[in-house]
């Protein structure tokens, strides 16, 4: 077996495990009164989305079915400035973002 072919049936491998399905987006960061989440999932799962503030307290928790592509508002009215991280989970994966609070 050439070298060649040893590269091309490791990258077809590499493809049938690509855990890199789920995407997320948060924007604007920093946000002041209320920010966007946008979600790229490449199959159809149920998700759970949780925000935690920097000393770990759970903000918020939503669950999602079947979706394949999200967005939505997070309103922060009544957030105190600060760091903030964003999880969105399915069975397979977890994502985590940072979104920064600040209102100046």
């Known amino acids: 077996m050439k070298v060649a072919d040893l590269v091309e049936n490791r990258a077809e491998n590499l493809d049938k495990f690509n855990l ?3 995407t997320i987006a948060i924007n604007p960061n920093p946000a ?4 966007n989440v946008v979600i790229s999932n490449d199959e159809t799962d149920n998700f759970l989305t949780e925000i935690y503030d920097v ?6 928790t939503n669950e999602y079915d079947n979706s394949i592509n ?6 922060t009215s009544t957030w105190e400035e600060g760091i903030y991280f964003v999880v969105i989970s399915t069975v397979s994966e ?11």
């Open 20 to 22: 890199e399905q789920l």
């Open 32 to 35: 002041a009164n209320q920010f």
């Open 55 to 60: 000393i770990g307290r759970r903000i918020l």
């Open 70 to 75: 999200s967005n939505f508002i997070i309103n």
């Open 94 to 104: 977890k994502v985590v973002e940072r979104v920064m609070i600040s209102r100046n």
